[in-house]
């Protein structure tokens, strides 16, 4: 394995490390069509790694393990398709009802944006400017709605993802063990077993974090449903289904399910009663988030949550929802295999 010259000048090295992390961001980002669903591939296989070892553990050979694995977390998504179905299609359904709805909270403020544009009016009048160009700018600026052509054109994008999930799935599964052997002789050739160590205590950590989160997600999702068949919305339950699949994006899965109940309670209710559903998932997640969450995953993962944010933003960035996803598990791998864990047994003493 190359070793750094350490006569290397400090900051041509920083400008070679800099170099390279910028050509890395930009090769992960002209490269999201195929490296997003790869390496949320390899994450799900880090999270399912201790449950390919129990099915090994009862004598299954390890190719039929993976398959059961994969098919069983097939199958899982068709559920969630199938359960999230009905509420798209009764939400295009109520698109008119919904656009009556949005139409009228937008008259209860008409005199208040009415008397900003008469002050703007009066501002641009002193001024002497023309507010005509930045209207007609706004105007023409709106986004077109995607097609059914569009949508068609899109499907062989998501056909492809989801191969290239699947595969790449099936395949670590089946060559886990090959591929730690590799890196840890590539990463440190001289002590392999410390790396090897260190990707097996990030397995633990991981799918300990991801059983934790998806039990509390569920816990919410329940809660949720129970709540909103108390209030009268329509379809609790699948509303919780949505809300605990969407929690595991952080900030935005919230975000989305506030709007979607937002939406779903002018469909459904008048007036201020329209405001209870989204206001009541927001008072669970908050609780949730603030008290549920903290007590159980930070006795285990004690993360700065500064630099959660900032991975989060980073992945978001980089490849969109998909990169909310595999934010934390990736942020929580990388800490391990640089040793920031103090619970990592430091095994270069023995």
């Known amino acids: 394995m190359y070793q750094p010259n350490p006569a290397i000048d400090p900051p041509l090295r920083f400008a070679i490390f800099l170099i390279a992390t910028i050509l890395t961001f930009g090769a992960l980002k002209l490269g999201a069509d195929i490296l997003s669903p790869l390496v949320l591939a390899l994450v799900t296989g880090v999270i399912l790694a201790p449950l390919t070892d ?25 559920a969630v398709v199938f359960l999230a179905e009905p509420l798209i299609w009764k939400v295009v359904g109520e698109l008119p009802k919904l656009k009556y709805e ?8 008409r005199t208040i944006i009415q008397g900003i544009d008469e002050v703007n009016k009066g501002v641009e009048e002193v001024l002497g400017t023309d507010g005509a160009d930045s209207t007609a700018k706004a105007e023409g600026g709106d986004t077109a709605v995607p097609s ?5 054109f899109f ?11 699947s595969g790449s799935l099936f395949f670590f599964l089946l060559t886990r063990n090959g591929i730690y052997n590799w890196l840890s002789h590539f990463i440190a050739r001289d002590k392999p077993d410390v790396i090897r160590e260190r990707l097996h205590t990030a397995e633990h950590l ?3 974090y991801f059983v934790t989160i998806s039990i509390i997600n569920a816990g919410l999702g329940l809660v949720l449903s129970i709540v909103l068949m108390l209030i009268g919305l329509p379809s609790p339950f699948v509303w919780g289904a949505v809300a605990a699949v969407l929690n595991f994006v952080l900030y935005l899965g919230p975000l989305a399910v506030t709007v979607g109940l937002f939406l779903a309670g002018l469909i459904a209710f008048s007036g201020p009663m329209a405001l209870l559903p989204p ?27 500064l630099l959660i944010f900032v991975s989060l933003l980073f992945w978001l960035w980089l490849w969109g929802p998909l990169g909310g996803i595999i934010a934390i598990p990736v942020l929580v791998i990388a800490m391990v295999m640089l040793d920031l864990f103090e619970q990592i047994p430091d095994t270069t003493e023995q």
Not at 57 to 74: Q, V
Not at 148 to 152: P, V
Not at 288 to 295: D, I, L, R, Y
């Open 148 to 152: 059914l052509t569009d949508a068609l």
């Open 206 to 208: 991981v799918s300990r």
């Open 102 to 109: 949005v139409r009228n909270i937008v008259e209860e403020f």
């Open 54 to 78: 129990f099915l090994r553990r009862l004598g299954m050979p390890i190719t039929l393990a993976a398959l059961a694995i994969l098919s069983f977390g097939l199958l899982l998504l068709m």
């Open 279 to 305: 206001v009541a998932f927001l008072m669970l997640n908050v609780f949730e988030a603030q008290f549920v969450t903290p007590g159980l995953i930070g006795r285990n993962i004690s993360v700065n949550p």
């Open 155 to 165: 499907a062989p994008v998501l056909v492809a993802h989801f191969l290239i999930f």
